[in-house]
């Protein structure tokens, strides 16, 4: 009797391990969605945003990244190559990457969804038809709440006793948004009998140059919200430390840069926003034109040296 239930279980267990075999070879993996996140160029701001976007990675996507390096035409074939069908959605980080990007999905009629990251003005600079009902296969985290003037309000906390301030900035970056921002930093600050020289720019090498070659009388310089300036804050920091003025500077990674105070936000969390998004219209299959835009929250952090 002893052996016959000995049998019996011996007889159960290799039936067991080998219906466990079975399924384990047989069962499919779970298919991964494809993520593209393209971007302009891999500054700080769009850096910090990539890692707490992958860093949410479970098994449920994969990433690849293209940057252009603020390459206008490598910007437009990278946005044609997320675009052709490969990936599941795509992530464009920041207005110009997001606006070309918007251009070819609306070109080829198609339905990926495409979610922006860090753009000031998505309905205005036609990503979505409102940021409460976008209406089309895009959404995303919008900088539309950040006042225009908080630069002018940490020059202040930094430096309250000046009398002047130049201010480099690219008219293009954000998709317009940040000459808006440059003349109502003017604005504000000569209602306060602070003169103010605004310095149009193309390049961060074209922000430097024309940086030491206009700083004669200016006592402070002033970096905004701005992708292309911001890319040259460590020559900028050098052009104010060696004239011994002060430097404010929109990205609280411009501090390790050289500048004497900046502010901004957690990049990562924002990545991890999106992330959400992700998880929102792949994975619960909320679509993406009734997905509204999300504001940015806690970006008053502001860093003195």
Known sequence: MKQRIKKFILTLGIVSITGLLISLFTCKPIARKSIAIITQNTSPFC???ITGITNCTTNTFSYSVFSAENNP???TCYAETVMNGSFDAVIAIAAQAAQVTRTVQQKRALEIPLIFIGVRDPV?????LSEEHPGVSCTGITLNNLPLTKGAEVLLSAAPSISSVL????PSSNAGATEKEAYAVKQFLNKKDISVTLLPVTTPHEAIEKTHFSLLSHESILILTDGVVTDAVEGIAKIASSNAIPLVAF???SINAGATAAWGGNYESIGQQAHILLKKVLIENQKTSETPVLRISGWDTIVIR
């Open 251 to 253: 990205n609280l990674a």
């Open 47 to 49: 850096s910090e945003i």
């Open 167 to 170: 201010i480099p900035y690219c």
């Open 124 to 128: 205005n600079v036609g990503l979505v």
């Open 73 to 75: 035409l490598l910007l």
